[in-house]
């Protein structure tokens, strides 16, 4: 089967050609824009398509993406209705969230960041600490990554809240929340709130005023999401009024962050290139089979997300 790789971001090839190399014996790869049997091309892996990309495949059934979200990819105005599009799961990339997301937790719970001044003023001091269990976590987002790190942060002794749009069963030990109300019962017992959304437009600016003036005062924000669910100016004024004390982004709504973006030299925020977590070349390997072999029974592909709910 024919699958167009489509990026006007990233040279997808370059990052998963490993990945593509795996299933060539099954699944013909070939660079957007396709110029000749553009009509035999049935699949597409796509991170950040141009607007117009799917315009010149007639026949496409599905669209695979590099990672769990869906969103920029639901977002291409060329997207046909009919074609579905598949989200990669990967036990392997939860597990690589759930560790940073841990080493985050613990940077505030730890008061790495004035042990880091302190070193570079020479000052040698202890610090008051306090143990996991007086740091509860609110995780907005209970799925296939925000399981993972939950359960990640109960083992290491936290507190768990987590936050999903219906109720669910949780394990022993870990509280759940539902519903803009659940919301706002969680925030309030909240100090460290970790945002594992997808973008819906239910979910965009989640993290704006309202949400940090619920949490704990001195509460730390970790935006692995998406950026566009962050209101910048109000986390720079919760920054500044002390109502949160600090802040690891990993995800902007502009990406790469612009080079003159307040972000950059923010004393209370650390960053990374939205590199959290990536999935496996065996993962998106197997997601890209499974879908070929769908496609061909003309099935419903496994993990194709709900195009109405956006995840
Ligand atoms: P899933 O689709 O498996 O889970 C999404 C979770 O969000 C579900 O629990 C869902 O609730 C909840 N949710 C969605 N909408 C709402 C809402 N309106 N109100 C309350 N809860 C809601 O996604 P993953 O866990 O696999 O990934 C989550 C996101 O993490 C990705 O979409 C992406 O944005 C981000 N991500 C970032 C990465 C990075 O490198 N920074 C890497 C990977 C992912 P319910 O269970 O009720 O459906
Ligand atoms: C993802 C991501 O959604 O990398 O997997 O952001």
């Avoid at 509280?175 to 594992?196: I, K, P, S």
């Amino acid at each position: 089967m024919r699958c167009a790789v489509i990026s006007r971001k990233f040279d997808l090839r370059s990052y998963y050609g490993k990945a593509l190399a795996q299933i060539a014996d099954r699944i013909e790869s070939v660079d957007h824009p396709v110029t000749e049997g553009a009509d035999t091309v049935r699949i597409a892996l796509a991170w950040h398509p141009h607007p117009d990309a799917f315009e010149c495949y007639p026949n496409l059934k599905a669209v695979c993406t590099i990672g769990a979200g869906a969103d920029n990819v639901l977002a291409c105005p060329s997207l046909p209705k009919h074609v579905d599009v598949v989200r990669v799961v990967d036990p392997d990339q939860a597990q690589m969230m759930a560790g940073f997301v841990s080493w985050h937790v613990i940077w505030h719970q730890r008061k790495f960041a004035t042990f880091m001044q302190h070193q570079r003023d020479r000052i040698w001091q202890r610090l008051e600490q306090r143990p996991a269990s007086g740091v509860p976590v609110g995780i907005l987002g209970y799925g296939k990554i925000g399981e993972r790190v939950a359960a990640h942060l109960a083992g290491l002794g936290f507190p768990v809240l987590a936050w999903s749009r219906a109720p669910k069963p949780l394990p022993a030990g870990l509280r759940g929340f539902h519903g803009r109300d659940g919301l706002f019962a969680m925030l309030a017992e909240t100090e460290v709130l970790v945002n594992l959304l997808p973008l819906t437009p239910e979910t965009r600016g989640i993290l704006n005023r309202d949400t940090f003036q619920a949490m704990r005062p001195g509460g730390y924000l970790i935006q692995v999401g998406r950026g566009e669910h962050l209101v910048e100016a109000d986390l720079l004024a919760a920054l500044d009024s002390g109502q949160l004390s600090g802040a690891s982004l990993d995800v902007f709504a502009v990406e790469p962050l612009p080079q003159d973006h307040v972000f950059w030299d923010h004393p209370q925020i650390i960053m990374t290139p939205h590199d959290a977590c990536d999935i496996s070349a065996d993962a998106l390997a197997a997601t890209l089979v499974a879908t070929a072999v769908a496609v061909r029974a003309g099935e419903r592909p496994p993990h194709a997300v709900d195009r109405q709910r956006g995840y």
